[in-house]
């Protein structure tokens, strides 16, 4: 009889330890997912596939500027600020990958949310060295508000037809190995 009663919760705890270990080997950027792969730097990026409402910007000349102009490309839009030091921190990386990366099929657009706009924005952006960033500026917080930005840095990443697959709320080193992999996935999977 004790035997009976040891072997049921065992059982138990068997089954559900299976489903534990089932659930996390089909997450996004295991092997069995089919999905990127998500480590290291960008573990924390969150996988969507939503659609994107319209959103326009500003570029460092006053122009608007909206992701349609983009269309066709990968784009990884990165929200900043000169007050943000993770922000600052991840900057040089980006502007990195944008040097590796940058082409017909991908690009960085970097978008300041300084209030002081292009005043503030471009002599931190050259103090830094960020010379293969475009300057795009959000001194309002309009675009950051309709992409639902609620941490700086925020980085949203979107497919060629302008629809988010992802983002990563936080600082990363976005020109490391697993970062430009996880780009390098939804760069190649063109669908």
Known sequence: MAIKKLVWPAAGILAAAVAVVLFVGLKPGSENSGGPRIEGQVQNFSVANRQTEATAWRDGQGG??????????VVMVNFWATWCAPCVRELPSINRLQAELAGDDFTVVAINIDTGGEAVAAPFAKRLEIANLALYLDPRGTTSRSMGVN??????????AGNEV??????????????VALLRWFIDNKG
Do not use: I, N
């Open 64 to 73: 608007k500027v909206s992701l349609a102009d983009f269309s066709g490309k």
């Open 151 to 160: 941490v700086m840095p925020t980085t949203v990443v979107f497919d060629r």
């Open 166 to 179: 992802g983002r990563l709320e936080g600082g990363a080193e976005w020109d490391s190995p697993e970062a």
